[in-house]
């Protein structure tokens, strides 16, 4: 969509591991730290006492983050639990590699009849069924939504983000992602997209590049699946597993809530 970018002066998944997470305080810095296949991120505070994040491998700084409130207004997001949360919980990516079931269920799911003068061709008959164990909110991963800009500078308008549904890799059929929709406890979303204009502005400081980040929010629902498949009124297969549907949370605005956060390096 759309980048204002305004001048002060000319100018197959991946799991994240999951360890505790502690936090030291000191006059100097605060760390925040959990596991991570790729290093994590750490509170830290500057010269002027001001808290920003930092990850370990990358050297990336997160310098501020907002969210929505309950009434849609962008307000300031605490940085040390953005820490814990970026830490301390999987994310949810986009466009995951999906498993595709094994020939021999499929084989299974549709035997032939031998043709002749007495039988007919009978059509087996899947049913699906889903029973939640509970639902909670996710984080999915940062996704740029400005250009990359060299400070000083202010940036308050983006590109919009689109985020779509997403279920465990298992879940690939129409009929499994219909039960999963219809048996979450929330009102499901297919997809939904961020708003391009961030309603506030993200100052870059001088002498870095920085862009801004948004990860959006899903609301989760996690259960049990149960796949039953009929043929010739005799009941071939009974499997259960259990299974995890995300779909986007949207604000009464209409957008994908989640957060805004700025990076620089």
């Known amino acids: 969509m759309f980048q204002k970018v305004s001048t002060v002066k000319k100018g197959s998944k991946k799991l994240i591991s999951?360890?505790?997470?502690?936090?030291?305080?000191?006059?100097?810095?605060?760390?925040?730290?959990?596991?991570?296949?790729?290093?994590?991120?750490?509170?830290?505070?500057?010269?002027?006492?001001?808290?920003?994040?930092?990850?370990?491998?990358?050297?990336?700084?997160?310098?501020e983050a907002r969210s929505y409130d309950d009434s849609g207004n962008l307000v300031d997001f605490d940085l040390v639990e953005y820490a814990r949360l970026l830490n301390d919980q999987i994310e949810i990516e986009q466009n995951d590699a999906i498993e595709q079931k094994t020939s021999s269920y499929t084989e299974k799911t549709n035997p032939e009849t031998k043709s002749d003068s007495v039988n007919t061709r009978s059509i087996p008959i899947t049913i699906y069924?889903?029973?939640?164990?509970?639902?909670?909110?996710?984080?999915?991963?940062?996704?740029?939504?400005?250009?990359?800009v060299v400070g000083p500078a202010s940036l308050s308008y983006g590109n919009q983000i689109s985020t779509t549904e997403t279920f465990s890799a298992s879940v690939n059929l129409s009929?499994?992602?219909?039960?999963?929709?219809?048996?979450?406890?929330?009102?499901?979303?297919?997809?939904?997209?961020?708003?391009?204009?961030?309603?506030?502005?993200?100052?870059?400081?001088?002498?870095?590049?920085?862009?801004?980040?948004?990860?959006?929010?899903?609301?989760?629902?996690?259960?049990?699946?149960?796949?039953?498949?009929?043929?010739?009124?005799?009941?071939?297969?009974?499997?259960?597993?259990?299974?995890?549907?995300?779909?986007?949370k949207i604000l009464a605005t209409g957008f994908t809530d989640g957060i805004f956060a700025l990076e620089t390096y």
């Open 18 to 63: 999951l360890m505790l997470v502690f936090v030291i305080l000191s006059s100097l810095h605060l760390n925040v730290l959990a596991a991570d296949n790729s290093g994590y991120w750490i509170v830290k505070k500057d010269s002027s006492n001001s808290i920003y994040l930092q990850h370990t491998e990358t050297g990336k700084k997160i310098l």
């Open 175 to 248: 009929g499994e992602k219909d039960a999963v929709q219809a048996g979450a406890s929330f009102g499901w979303s297919t997809s939904s997209s961020s708003s391009s204009n961030f309603g506030v502005s993200f100052p870059v400081p001088s002498g870095k590049t920085g862009y801004v980040t948004f990860r959006p929010r899903y609301n989760t629902t996690e259960g049990t699946l149960r796949t039953r498949v009929y043929y010739n009124n005799s009941l071939l297969i009974d499997d259960s597993e259990t299974v995890k549907g995300h779909s986007p």
């Open 129 to 148: 069924t889903y029973i939640e164990s509970r639902n909670y909110t996710s984080l999915g991963t940062a996704r740029k939504c400005t250009a990359d």
